[in-house]
C-alpha cells in the first residue's frame, strides 16, 4: 500500500502561501473600511462595542451571496464590482430595520486561488463597505480543489449593525393610506442573473451595446454593481422623519415589500409610476418574458422601498433626493 | 427575438417555494440555539448588546467554511455532521483570543437546492450552536444553478463574540519557559481532507473498517465533527487562570501556534509527547506521506492548544481535565 511519489498538501491542490499572499492583500484593503470604534492589537482587529451614542443597542445580522451574477464577471474577467454587490446585499437588508452596519466578514472560496483575481475581489469589498461606512473585520478565502470550475469563485457575506431597541422598523405601524415611495435601482442589484442569462445570452454577446442601452454594453449593464441605500437612508431616518417600513427589494421582486405589509392590509403598485430602465425591457424581449414573471423575479428598477405616512410622502421624498436618491411614489397601502 | 416558450425563474433553475421552505426549517432549528439576550420583535432577530457584564466590551468576527471535508459528507450521504465543523472553525477561532462567541450566520449555496439536506445541514449547524453557547439569528441558503456539481454544495459561517478589552489574549505575553498543553482534537477536524482523500480513496472504499480503527468505519472516522473547545476554555479562563496564549489547531497543522509567540520566541514540540490517533497513521501510510508533511497539514491529534506559565502547567492541565478535555504538555517556549 505505497505510492511511488509521497503525497503533499501543495499536491492536492492547496497552496497556503497563495492562499497567506491574498489573505494579505485583503487585510490591507480591509484597512481602508476601518471606522473610529476599531482596534487593532498585535494583529486581532476588535470593534468598541460600548455603543455609547445608543440607550439599548440591539445587535442584528444578515449573510447573503451575489448568486448567479457572479457569472458575468467569469464571463467578462471583470472581478472588481462583485465586491460591491455583496456588501450591498448584506447592509441593505440591514438598514430596513433602521439598523447602521458595522462590521463585514467576507467569505470568497475558489477551486484553485488565483491572487489577482482575489485581489479584485477584496477591493470591490473594500469599496462596498466604504459606501455603507461599514469596517470588514476579518474574511476567510478558501481554496477548494474540485468544488468550483475552473476560474470560478463563491462568495459571501456577513454583517452586523446596531439599532435602538425602540427604533427597530417591523413594518407593523403601516397604515392604510400610507405612501409607498420607491429608491431608484442601478440596474439588476443581484438577482434574477439565472433568468437574465438564459433571456439574453442565446442572442447576444457580453460586449455588444445594443441601441437600447444608449451605447453602454451588456457586460456594463449587467455588472453595474448594487446600489447601497445605507448613507441616505439612515440620514433620513435621523432626522426624525416618521418612516412606518422598509423594504429591500431583491430575489422576489416586489415580495419583500409585502412581507413587511401588516396581514389585514395590502400594497398597491402602479407600475406606471416610474420609468422601467432599457436593460429590464431589453431581458423581457430577448427572453420572451411575462410581465408578471419580471416583476416576480427583477427589481424593474426600484431597489428599496419605504412606507409613509401619506402627508409626509413628499417631504421624505425631498429629503431622500437630497441625499443623491431618485424616489417615485409607487403604490398606496390599502385594507384588504 | 422571440422563443417560443416564455422565459420563467423556476425554468431557469430558481425555486423560490423551495428556497423559502429551507429557510422556514433553518428558522426552526435556529430557535433551539437562542440564548437569553436573543429577543424576536415580528420575526426581526434581536441580540441585546448592552454587555452588561463587561467593562469595556469589544466585539470580535471571523469567517470559515468547512472546506473539502464535505466531499466526504457528499459521498456518503450523511450531512447532518458537516454543520457541526462550520460552527466549530469559526468558534475556535475566536475563543483562542478570550472572546465568548455569541451570534452566528450560516451560508449554505447549492445548484439545486434540495431541502432535505438543507434541513440536515441546518441541524447539524444548531448542534453546533448549541455546543458553543451561540445563537443562530439569520442565515442565507442560495440556490445557484450551475454553480455546484449535482448534489453538492458550499457553506460559510460567520461568527461573532464578545471580549473584555483588557482580557484579550494575543500571545504577547508569552515567555521562555512557558508549558504548551495540546487538547485532543476529536479526529481531522476540518482540516487535510484533500490530501487525506488523495491518501486514502485510491485504496478504500468509505465503508471500510480498517483494523486500524477498531471496527469504526472510515467514512464514521472522516465525518468525526470537530471539537469545539468553548465551554473548557471559558470556564478555564474564568477561573482568573494564566494563559498566555491560545491556538486554533488548523489547516497548516502548528502553523497557527507559531503565528501567536513573539518572534524572539520558538516553541519546541516533542511529537512523542501525545498518542497520535490512528486515522492519521492510516492516511501516512495509504498515501506514503513524509512525516513533515503530516504535521504541516493535520492537527495530528491536537485540535487546541494554551501557553502557560511552567509553575501553573499541572494545575490548569486539570481544569481542562476537570471540564472534559484531554490535555497533554506538548512542548515548551524556548528563546531563538
Known amino acids: 500500500m ?13 497552496d497556503i502561501e497563495a492562499g497567506d499572499e491574498a489573505s494579505s492583500r485583503a487585510f490591507m484593503a480591509a484597512r481602508s473600511t476601518y471606522r473610529p470604534e476599531i482596534i487593532e492589537k498585535s494583529g486581532v482587529v476588535l470593534f468598541d462595542a460600548r455603543f455609547q451614542n445608543y440607550r439599548h443597542p ?3 445580522g444578515g449573510s447573503d451571496g451575489v448568486g448567479t ?12 464590482t462583485v465586491g460591491i454587490d455583496l456588501v450591498a446585499m448584506c447592509v441593505n437588508d440591514l438598514i430596513r430595520r433602521g439598523a447602521e452596519p458595522l462590521v463585514f466578514l467576507p467569505y470568497f472560496a475558489t477551486g484553485k486561488l488565483n491572487t489577482e483575481v482575489a485581489e479584485q475581489v477584496s477591493e470591490g469589498v473594500a469599496e462596498g463597505c466604504r459606501r455603507a461606512n461599514c469596517s470588514i473585520v476579518g474574511g476567510e478565502t478558501a481554496e477548494m480543489p474540485g468544488f468550483y470550475a475552473p476560474g470560478e469563485y463563491d462568495m459571501a ?10 427604533g427597530i422598523i417591523t413594518g407593523e405601524s403601516i397604515q392604510p393610506g400610507d405612501i409607498i415611495l420607491g429608491l431608484a435601482s442601478s440596474g439588476l442589484h443581484s438577482n434574477g ?6 433571456a439574453i445570452l442565446p442572442h447576444y454577446a457580453l460586449e455588444d451595446t445594443p441601441s437600447e442601452l444608449n451605447g453602454q454594453s ?27 417600513g422598509l423594504a429591500h427589494i431583491t430575489g422576489s421582486g416586489f415580495r419583500k415589500l409585502y412581507k413587511i405589509i401588516p396581514k389585514e392590509l395590502s400594497a398597491r403598485i402602479d407600475s406606471e ?8 425591457k431589453l431581458i423581457q424581449a430577448a427572453g420572451n418574458v411575462e410581465q408578471a414573471e419580471m416583476f416576480n423575479t427583477f427589481n424593474m428598477g426600484i431597489g ?33
Open 2 to 14: 505505497e505510492n511511488s511519489t509521497p503525497l503533499s498538501y501543495k499536491g492536492a491542490g492547496v
Open 58 to 60: 440591539m445587535l442584528i
Open 69 to 80: 451574477k457572479l457569472k458575468i464577471a467569469f464571463m467578462t474577467g471583470r472581478h472588481n
Open 157 to 166: 457575506g456577513s454583517c452586523f449593525g446596531v439599532v435602538e431597541n425602540d
Open 193 to 198: 442573473y439565472s433568468l437574465a442569462r438564459r
Open 218 to 244: 451588456l457586460a456594463s449593464a449587467l455588472l453595474e454593481p448594487t446600489r447601497i441605500y445605507v448613507k441616505s437612508v439612515l440620514a433620513v431616518l435621523k432626522t426624525g422623519a416618521v418612516i412606518n
Open 273 to 280: 409610476s416610474w420609468t422601467i430602465p432599457p436593460i429590464f
Open 304 to 336: 428599496f422601498a419605504a412606507v409613509v405616512p401619506a402627508s409626509d410622502a413628499t417631504a421624505i421624498s425631498a429629503l431622500f433626493a437630497q441625499h443623491g436618491e431618485i424616489a417615485y411614489q409607487i403604490g398606496v397601502i390599502e385594507k384588504r
